[in-house]
């Protein structure tokens, strides 16, 4: 007979979260960002206990509060996230601690600069990631998408390969624009033009899921990728 042991605080299940809590969780940081941005004034008040006068004054004084904000944001979605769920969701995490190192670096140089690398270096990250994972045959999207979906695995290779080199090719865009273009124009790339493009190539794979997809028996029975 096997013995039934109740869950305990370190051993709760993973739950689910509602999709549009997801979506707001994911979506409210960035929304944050640009209107602290945009109207950096209205945010002043939060951010000047902890921002040296300076920085609130002059061109940049929208990017500085704006970075502000997001560090609280990302953290508090992460943590909120985790209270729902039980566990942290590798994207959102992994974007919360690139935020933090870089905004931290913004505010210790006095320079938005490294703000503006951050996305460089997260779409970087996941792109050499993915592709790298294909090398050691070990696909890493399903791990990224917690297992949202269940795909052959000639399905899950060729959406690994072709989210690999669309997230490289965002880092590639998105140091083209911060270097070039004034910081109002990267701002609105990195909201909400990053996300248009995110959702154009989104649905653009869908043939290639309906495709590959597995539905009943066949489901069930596929290997989840740890």
Same mark, same amino acid.
């Given at each position: 007979m096997t013995e039934t042991i109740a869950p305990t605080p370190n051993t709760l299940p993973?739950?689910?979260?509602?999709?549009?809590?997801?979506?707001?969780l994911e979506l409210g940081p960035l929304l944050l960002f640009f209107f602290a941005n945009s109207r950096p004034k209205l945010f002043a008040p939060l951010v000047h206990p902890f921002l040296p006068a300076k920085l609130l004054e002059g061109e940049s004084a929208?990017?500085?509060?704006?970075?502000?904000?997001?560090?609280?944001?990302?953290? $508090?979605a992460l943590i909120v996230s985790y209270a729902i769920t039980r566990r942290l969701p590798i994207m959102p995490?992994?974007?919360a601690i690139l935020v933090v190192i870089f905004g931290g670096l913004t505010f210790y140089? &006095?320079?938005p600069s490294f703000i503006k690398m951050k996305p460089t270096i997260l779409y970087a990250?996941?792109?050499?990631?993915?592709?790298?994972?294909?090398?050691f045959n070990k696909p890493l999207l399903p791990v990224v998408l917690d297992n949202t979906m269940s795909l052959t695995e000639t399905g899950w290779r060729i959406l690994t390969l072709r989210w690999g080199v669309c997230f490289l090719f965002l880092?590639?865009?998105?140091?083209?624009?911060?270097r070039t273009m004034s910081t109002d124009h990267w701002v609105l790339f990195k909201f909400p033009g990053t996300m248009i493009?995110?959702?154009?190539?989104?649905?653009? &794979? $869908?043939?290639?899921?309906?495709?590959?997809?597995l539905r009943g028996d066949a489901a069930a029975k596929a290997p989840e990728h740890l």
């Open positions: 993973a739950r689910s979260i509602a999709p549009w809590l997801k979506f707001t929208g990017l500085f509060t704006a970075t502000a904000v997001l560090m609280v944001a990302v953290l $508090v995490l992994v974007t140089f &006095q320079d990250c996941f792109g050499l990631a993915l592709l790298g994972g294909l090398v880092a590639v865009l998105n140091e083209v624009i911060w493009l995110i959702f154009i190539f989104t649905f653009s &794979q $869908v043939p290639l899921i309906m495709k590959h997809e």
